[in-house]
Structures are given as C-alpha cells and as structure tokens.
C-alpha cells in the first residue's frame, strides 16, 4: 500500500491517505502533549508502544465482536485503517473515578462506582471538548439515535472485552476515552485507539500509573510506564 498525502498532521498521530481512497495510513510519533498541548515533550518509542497496544487491543476487539477501523499492522508505529467519517464525539468510560469526573464532582481518586460511567463529549478542542448528554447530542444532530444506541451497545462491549484483558496482565483499565465513525460501506465502527495516551492503566500490585498522568502530573519514567503496557501485553496477546 502506497502512502500519499498527509491528510492529518495531529502532535501524536499521522494520517496518509493511500493509493486506495478507502484507506489510510496512521502513524504515531513520539511527541507527547498535554493540556490542550500547553505542554510538549518528545518520549522515545512511544510511537512504538502506542501503536503496539493500538493494534493488539483492536485485534482482540475485532476478534470480540466490535468493528473498527483497524485492518493491520504495518510498520513498528504504523497501521493500516479504513477511512472513517467521525462522529464529533468522545465517548468515556470510567471504571474507576480519576482525572476530570474527580476534580468536578470532589471525588477522591480511585472510588468504585456502583457501575461504570459512560461520558459523551463534543469533540471540539477550542471549546475544550465539553460534556454534553444525549438529549443535546441527538437535538443537535451530533449524532443519530439508532447510532448512539449502537455506540452505547459496543462502548460497553469494548470495555467488557478489555477489562479481563487487562486484569490477566496485571493492569486496571481506570478510564479511556474511544470515538465512532461510520466506514466506507457504512459500518458503524470504533475509529480510535486505546494506548496509554487516551486511557489510565493503574498496576493492580502497586498502583503506579502507568499512562499520561506520568506525563501530565510530572511523575517521570514517562517512557518506561508505555513500554511497560505493551511489554505485558504483548507477552500474553501479541501473535
Ligand atoms: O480528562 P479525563 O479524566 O476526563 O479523561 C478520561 C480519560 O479519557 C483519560 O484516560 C484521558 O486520557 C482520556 N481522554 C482523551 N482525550 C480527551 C479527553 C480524555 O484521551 N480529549
């Protein structure tokens, strides 16, 4: 597969489109950014952890059921994905409380809740992606209604797939954050990656975050924390 045009120039992530115009190739780069990129650093092989997990959790969600844009692995940072056209809209799990649900409702990290949270979000950095509910969501047209009971169906399937998944590695699946698109035939699939860029891992054993909260909370061993979550996994899940 050919790769043309650089159709996304994203800190840490790289879109090309491909001599094929259903398809696209996504890299990931070592750049890391946090806080609405006020703050920047460069992790060596992050692209390659982050593409590693990419494609070993998208693998194994495929396998479970859940479309995804995700076709294969292509290169140590790269992978090969169907276009999608995205819903402008994160969707974020919380099985444990951290990060923002923490700070605004003055919880302590680290709380169970009663069942796991689903967030929705408009996807719109220069308002900071803020939380919306599905009446807003569906009047705005964000998203339609048969969509968004499909995206709540397989949101809960992807978080019921990883979270043994991550368990048998000794890891908790705290949060992630996932978005939706529809493919080129139409499929309504997950067009998004769960790396420890976009999720918090927390050992089981010791409680060391092993994800961005590294990075954003200046806790260091940025690097170490990422290759950590794919070395495990890779030993159980990878081939
Ligand atoms: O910031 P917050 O605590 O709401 O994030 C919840 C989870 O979603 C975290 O794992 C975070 O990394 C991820 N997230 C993301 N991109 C966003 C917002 C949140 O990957 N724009």
Redesign the pocket.
Known sequence: MEKKDLIHDGSSIKIWGTDDPDKVIIGFTDDITAFYKIKKAVIKDKGVCCNGVSCITSGILQKAGVPTHFIKKISSTEQLCHKAEVIPM?V?V?NIV????ALRLGLEEGLIPQKPII?L?YKSEALG?PLINDYQALALNIVGEEDLREIYRLTRKVNDTLLPVFKSIGISL????IEFGHLPDGTLAMTDDITP????FWDIKTGERL??DRFRHDKGHVGDAYRTVYERLKSKYDG
């Not at 705290?174 to 954050?177: A, L, N, Q, S």
């Not at 860029?197 to 918090?200: N, T």
């Open positions: 994160e974020i919380r951290a990060g923002s649900l967030d979000c992606d705290v949060d992630f954050k860029d976009s999720a918090r994800d961005k």
